[in-house]
């Protein structure tokens, strides 16, 4: 838990945001700034700051969160049509927030290219 990290806050329940699965290692929130139809969050609920910062200790947690995604989409009804999962990492990929997270974007054809 960082006391300054918005995800830390959301995941603890101290900041409203919309959770659509949770356990003990892994939580799935839905993105506050759409950028399709189906845009979640998927994260670790432990303060991991990103790809750059994971431990062998951690190196579970990004399968838990594929899975996670994986659920998520077939409730959200974007499994069978498709989705794409991103991780940005550091300035140059476009992380804003340093919580490491996937974002699960579908509910609409998604442009192809790597930005
Ligand atoms: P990044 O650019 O770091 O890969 O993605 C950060 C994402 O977090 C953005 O898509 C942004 O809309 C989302 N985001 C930032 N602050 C909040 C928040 O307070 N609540 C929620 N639900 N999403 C947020
Ligand atoms: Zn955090």
């Known amino acids: 838990m960082s006391e300054t990290c918005i995800f830390c806050k959301i995941a603890s329940g101290e900041v409203k945001g919309e959770i659509l699965e949770m356990d003990e ?16 969050l998927v994260m670790p609920v432990k303060h991991i700051e990103s ?3 994971l ?14 995604a994986q659920r998520v989409a077939r409730r ?18 476009g992380q ?9 974007l579908g509910g609409r054809q998604l442009r192809g290219g790597m930005g």
């Open 25 to 40: 290692e892994v939580v799935a929130l839905r993105d506050i700034h759409p950028q399709a139809p189906v845009h979640v």
């Open 51 to 53: 790809v750059a910062a």
């Open 55 to 68: 431990t062998e200790g951690d190196a579970h947690v990004l399968g838990r969160m594929a899975l996670m």
């Open 76 to 93: 959200e009804g974007v499994a069978e049509s498709g989705y794409r999962l991103v991780v940005n990492q550091g300035e140059h990929g």
């Open 96 to 104: 804003t927030v340093a919580h490491l997270h996937m974002h699960l």
